[in-house]
């Protein structure tokens, strides 16, 4: 019974080590909120993710940013975000968090799965942009400021000190 099934278990596990291989595994210094906007009436920080677009290039409307899951800074699952508020501009779901450092597991844009280290203030916005679309509407923030991918591409603001 077990020489039937060891091929099939074999090329299971490669199959899976294959997927594994393919995410990135890359240091990137912590993303926290940029410029000085603050929000009203906030107890809490939002979290905005620009995950990589889901759904057919064919049919635009129905595009959006993929699932995300954040996680505390020692690792464990917090919760997963569908990030897709289901606007047809395929818009990220904003989500409330409590101050903190967090860990955002995502894929990114033509990259992979990435984890990004997050800061989340009270009253702040933290985006973090996997899309690759998205940073370059970011406004005047000063670029030698940002966290990049490897290639280059921007993913955030570094989190400067706690205001």
């Known amino acids: 019974m077990l020489k039937l099934f060891a091929p099939l278990l074999i090329g299971l596990l490669a199959v899976l080590l294959t997927s594994c291989a393919s995410n990135q595994d890359v240091l990137l210094d912590v ?3 940029a410029g000085r906007t603050r929000l009203a009436d906030a107890n809490e920080g939002t979290l905005i993710v620009y995950s990589a ?10 595009m959006h940013h993929a699932p995300y899951t954040i996680c505390s ?17 395929g818009d990220p779901t904003p989500c409330a968090l409590t101050e903190g450092i967090y860990q955002i597991k995502a894929h990114a844009q033509g990259y992979g799965t ?8 009270a009253k702040r916005a ?7 679309t998205t940073a370059s ?4 923030l000063d670029r030698s400021d940002a966290v990049t ?15």
């Open 114 to 121: 990435v984890t990004v280290p997050v800061r989340i203030e």
């Open 149 to 163: 991918l490897p290639d280059g591409r921007i993913v955030g603001w570094r989190a400067g000190p706690v205001r």
């Open 73 to 89: 800074d020692s690792g464990g699952v917090i919760k997963t975000i569908r990030n897709w508020n289901g606007g047809i501009l």
């Open 137 to 140: 509407s970011a406004g005047d």
């Open 53 to 62: 677009w889901e759904g057919s290039i064919d049919d635009t409307e129905h």
């Open 31 to 33: 993303v926290g909120p």
């Open 126 to 132: 933290t985006s973090v942009y996997l899309d690759d």
